[in-house]
């Protein structure tokens, strides 16, 4: 029986979209170009880090040496921004107080940067809520690479064997099958369930309620 849930953040635990459509609209508008992209747009561009979101935003609009500089526009925004709108998905919190009740261990692992990742987390859960959180940091591959996850089980000494993934993309389903880990996707956050049923992961649910039923 498992007793290590570990979970994605943006699309999974929270509802980030809008903050994040509105520091990259912020950024593209500093150099100049009217954004062209909507919500839906921007469900399909985060995922696999902040650059990414920023460079697909972009969409070859400025020069390619120019993107580390957009990336730090962005960056500064969104810290100023990121808990504006941002809110715990209905039944998530709930759902976790079971689990810590339970005694699961309770991962974050997620491709938002780390210092950005903590702060939402302690702000929306409380400090110290999660028993370990990996966010983006230099030195440690973002996902869909299984690093992430193998280094949060580690930390609380979990195996492969002990633990549940659930995300809401291809990336974070492709993270857990590299991690060794079992799979559940979730269609409440930004991804189609086409999407996540291409992946092949061991379980889609489309409510919260249903995290109780596995541990």
């Given at each position: 029986?498992?007793?290590?849930?570990?979970?994605?953040?943006?699309?999974?635990?929270?509802?980030?979209?809008?903050?994040?459509?509105?520091?990259?609209?912020?950024?593209?508008?500093?150099y100049g170009i009217k954004s062209q992209w909507n919500l839906s747009d921007y469900k399909k561009?985060?995922?696999?880090?902040?650059?990414?979101?920023?460079?697909?935003?972009?969409?070859?609009?400025?020069?390619?040496?120019?993107?580390?500089?957009?990336?730090?526009?962005?960056?500064?925004?969104?810290?100023?921004?990121?808990?504006?709108?941002?809110?715990?998905?209905?039944?998530?919190?709930?759902?976790?107080?079971?689990?810590?009740?339970?005694?699961?261990?309770?991962?974050?692992?997620?491709?938002?940067?780390?210092?950005?990742?903590?702060?939402?987390?302690?702000?929306?859960?409380?400090?110290?809520?999660?028993?370990?959180?990996?966010?983006?940091?230099?030195?440690?591959?973002?996902?869909?690479?299984?690093?992430?996850?193998?280094?949060?089980?580690?930390?609380?000494?979990?195996?492969?064997?002990?633990?549940?993934?659930?995300?809401?993309?291809?990336?974070?389903?492709?993270?857990?099958?590299?991690?060794?880990?079992?799979?559940?996707?979730?269609?409440?956050?930004?991804?189609?369930?086409?999407?996540?049923?291409?992946?092949?992961?061991?379980?889609?649910?489309?409510?919260?309620?249903?995290?109780?039923?596995?541990?």
């Amino acid at each position: 029986m498992a007793d290590c849930a570990v979970f994605d953040l943006d699309g999974t635990l929270v509802n980030t979209i809008d903050d994040l459509a509105g520091s990259t609209d912020y950024t593209l508008e500093q150099y100049g170009i009217k954004s062209q992209w909507n919500l839906s747009d921007y469900k399909k561009f985060v995922g696999n880090g902040v650059a990414k979101l920023v460079e697909r935003a972009f969409d070859g609009r400025i020069d390619e040496a120019l993107l580390p500089e957009a990336l730090e526009v962005f960056k500064k925004r969104y810290a100023q921004t990121m808990c504006d709108h941002a809110y715990v998905y209905d039944g998530i919190k709930s759902v976790l107080d079971s689990l810590k009740e339970k005694g699961v261990t309770l991962c974050v692992c997620t491709n938002k940067p780390h210092e950005a990742a903590v702060k939402m987390l302690d702000k929306l859960f409380g400090e110290n809520y999660f028993d370990v959180i990996i966010g983006q940091k230099e030195g440690v591959p973002k996902k869909p690479e299984p690093h992430m996850v193998l280094i949060a089980l580690k930390k609380v000494g979990k195996s492969a064997e002990d633990a549940i993934y659930f995300g809401d993309s291809d990336v974070d389903m492709i993270t857990a099958r590299r991690a060794k880990i079992d799979s559940v996707g979730v269609t409440w956050g930004f991804r189609s369930f086409v999407e996540l049923f291409e992946q092949h992961p061991t379980l889609i649910i489309d409510e919260p309620k249903y995290i109780l039923k596995l541990f």
